[in-house]
């Protein structure tokens, strides 16, 4: 059963009761991300995010890991371009702790200048870490690109400069000016009752102040390109994009859809045609990442040099293939039961239903059923796949990146995208 209730600061809390369910997830959320960052605020959000485990007023940075594992349960964060989340799980009886832990640690934490100095240095290897992995640095490279002069298109982590330079008192600031009551959601799914989590919760939350920060969100543009990056590494990392899908956009079902017949599922088109027949690359793989207000669609494959041409003369048959010729009916349905069966096998989950409490709250105001998606997946055509497709594709909207021991001459795009 869901509910809802807006403490007097502006806090949205919103839970899910989940009878049978032997614990409880609970979120703090915050609509504050590295998008919404200023050029030497770079990294501010993840690091804050790093800072508030680091201890309170009350508890040490080992008192909370203590009191966590004392119950069993689990606390985390993350950090994404539009928000940050505080989470924890635990049995629901020890609700009481977790809520007093999640409570103190976002609203006490005290942000010691020598445990920033320590996590610096954590975070520039986290940064180091991710330059070294050539298939997740890419994606950094590429959304620089495609998003230039917007910040959605910059790295959550910052940069080494201003991960640096990031001291108590800034930190300070940051919390002051956008964590206000208005873009935070608490959302709690599992074994518990709303009045009881509120009465639990709201004493300390609906104290926190309103901010007179106004951030305004710019929706990227995108941009296309062709870029060849050379880098002395055994593979040649392939990265194209093209225009996406919103989170609020009603054709997400369709890019959704079509994004699973094309390369995220094991039996999608690029995988067996490049994996499992050509046995050209161990990772391909297409994704659809989508935000707030925009989105992207994208391919990604890790080849031998010598096969570069040919894999990305595959990728443009399937991409022309999927202009020219209608979906069949059986790929899909087949495509369609795989979406709905990651929805409902997820929803067994609490952290999966504390997760999209927080993000319908977000997006919609409000809680969205299941079987409304369902209905919605369900009434998606092979006409609506194509139509949806034709007018996010062509060569002349593709954005390519070439990261290895590559050469200039794939700098032209034409060179492989071609439709017929």
């Given amino acids: ?220 543009d995108s941009h296309f390109f062709c870029r060849a990056l050379k880098k002395d590494l055994e593979q040649v990392h392939i990265l194209m994009g093209m225009h996406g899908t919103s989170q609020k956009d009603e054709l997400r079902f369709a890019s959704h859809l079509l994004n699973v017949i094309l390369g995220s599922s094991m039996s999608s088109r690029l995988f067996q045609e490049i994996r499992e027949k050509r046995g050209l690359a161990y990772s391909v793989y297409s994704f659809s990442h989508s935000h707030e207000d925009c989105g992207m669609t994208g391919i990604y494959a890790g080849v031998s040099p010598q096969n570069v041409r040919e894999v990305l003369l595959l990728v443009n048959r399937e991409l022309s293939k999927l202009l020219r010729e209608p979906i069949s009916e059986s790929e899909l349905s087949s495509a369609r039961e795989y979406v709905k069966g990651n929805m409902y096998i997820n929803s067994e989950s609490n952290d999966y239903r504390m997760n999209r409490l927080a993000k319908n709250e977000y997006l919609f105001g409000d809680y969205i059923a299941f079987e409304e998606v369902e209905k919605k997946i369900n009434a998606v055509t092979s006409e609506d796949l194509r139509a949806w497709f034709k007018d996010v594709y062509s060569p002349e909207k593709v954005a390519v990146m070439l990261y290895g021991p590559v050469d200039e001459r794939w700098e032209d795009p034409k060179a492989f995208l071609q439709v017929g």
């Fill in 1 to 220: 059963m869901y509910q809802k209730t807006v403490l007097g600061n502006g806090i949205r809390v919103v839970t899910e009761k989940i009878p049978f369910a032997y614990s409880v997830s609970t979120g703090i959320w915050v609509n504050t991300g590295s998008r919404d960052e200023r050029p030497h605020e770079r990294g501010m959000s993840h690091f804050i995010e790093h800072m508030l485990f680091k201890g309170t007023k009350r508890r040490s940075a080992l008192d909370i890991a203590k009191e966590f594992d004392s119950v069993g349960g689990f606390a985390n964060a993350f950090t994404s371009k539009e928000h940050i989340c505080f989470h924890a799980k635990v049995l629901a009886a020890h609700l009481p702790l977790l809520t007093d832990l999640l409570t103190d640690l976002f609203l006490e934490s005290t942000f010691d200048p020598a445990e920033i100095e320590r996590e610096q240095s954590v975070i520039v290897q986290e940064i180091r870490m991710v330059e070294d992995t050539p298939d997740e640095f890419i994606h950094v490279l590429f959304q620089e690109e495609f998003w230039k002069e917007n910040p959605l298109g910059l790295p959550i982590y910052g940069s080494v400069e201003t991960v640096e330079n990031a001291d108590r008192q800034q930190m300070l600031d940051f919390i002051a000016a956008m964590f206000d009551p208005s873009k935070i959601v608490i959302s709690a799914a599992g074994n518990l009752e709303h009045q009881q989590f509120l009465d639990l919760i709201a004493p300390a939350m609906e104290k926190l102040p309103a901010s007179n920060m106004v951030v305004q969100r710019k929706a990227p």
